[in-house]
Structure formats: C-alpha cells, structure tokens
C-alpha cells in the first residue's frame, strides 16, 4: 500500500508525499515546514486535503496518498493512490486553461475559475500509484 503513516513526508527530491485513505477516522498534522512554507494536511477514507501557508492547495473525495507531489508555475505533478472513482480539485492560477493527464488518459483541457480551482474525476485502483500531470496552456 502506498498510505503515508506519517500523513505528510518531504521527499529527498524535495518534494512532498501526504495523505491516507485508509484511516477510519480524520487526522490532521500542522506546522509542517518544507523549504519556508508551512503544510496542514487532513486526511480519512472520507477525504485528503492539503493547505500550503494557510491557502488551499490539494483535496479529494474520497481520501487518497499522494506522493511527489511537485508543483511550478506552469505544472503540477504527482501520484496518487486511492480507492474508486475520486474528485479531485487543486488550486492553480484563476481564468487559466489546464490540460489534465490522469495515467494514459489525456482529459482534455479545462479552464481555471475565478477562484483558481480546477476540478476532475479520476478512476483510481487500490495499490496502484496513477500518475497526475497538469500543464498550463496557452
């Protein structure tokens, strides 16, 4: 399995893993500090939710593990484990057009609203890391 026991971990690339869809009930970790910014992660079967200095970065429904996750200005990337069909909504640049990759699968490009989120839907396997890459288009 891929859960992250510590809920939220900084990889040796520099990059984060967090999350744990296995848990029963909720958990939360705060004041997790990674290269100046501050993490707060929540996570259950229910939900994972990740905030970055108290801004909105990450969450799905149901819970999911997220490993290297890495985000720029132009991309997000990251893989993610869970358990059925998943929602997935980040925080990016607002009015802003994305193209989604979940695995193989090209989803198209979807635009950014007002507030910066950016919803889809992923078929995720038990056990089985799909990757996520995110690219913002011209």
């Known amino acids: ?29 705060a004041d997790f500090e990674v290269s100046g910014d ?8 229910g939900m994972t939710k990740l905030e ?3 801004t909105f970065v990450y ?12 985000e720029t200005a132009d991309k997000v990337s990251f893989f993610v484990d869970g358990d059925g069909n998943t929602q997935i909504t ?6 802003r057009n994305y193209e989604i990759v979940a695995g193989e699968k090209n989803m198209g ?10 919803t889809f839907d992923v078929e995720l396997q038990k056990g ?3 990757q996520i890459k995110i690219n913002a288009v011209s």
């Open 1 to 29: 399995m891929t859960v992250i026991k510590e809920l939220i971990r900084k990889e040796s690339n520099g990059t984060i893993s967090f999350g744990d869809y296995t848990l029963p009930e909720k958990k939360k970790l």
């Open 59 to 70: 969450e799905s429904i149901p819970g999911t593990a997220v490993s290297v996750f890495q």
């Open 109 to 118: 490009i979807s635009k950014t609203d007002i507030g910066g989120k950016i």
């Open 52 to 54: 970055r200095n108290s």
């Open 38 to 45: 501050v993490y707060k992660v929540k996570t259950w079967n």
């Open 90 to 95: 980040l925080e990016l640049e607002s009015n």
């Open 128 to 130: 089985t890391m799909t």
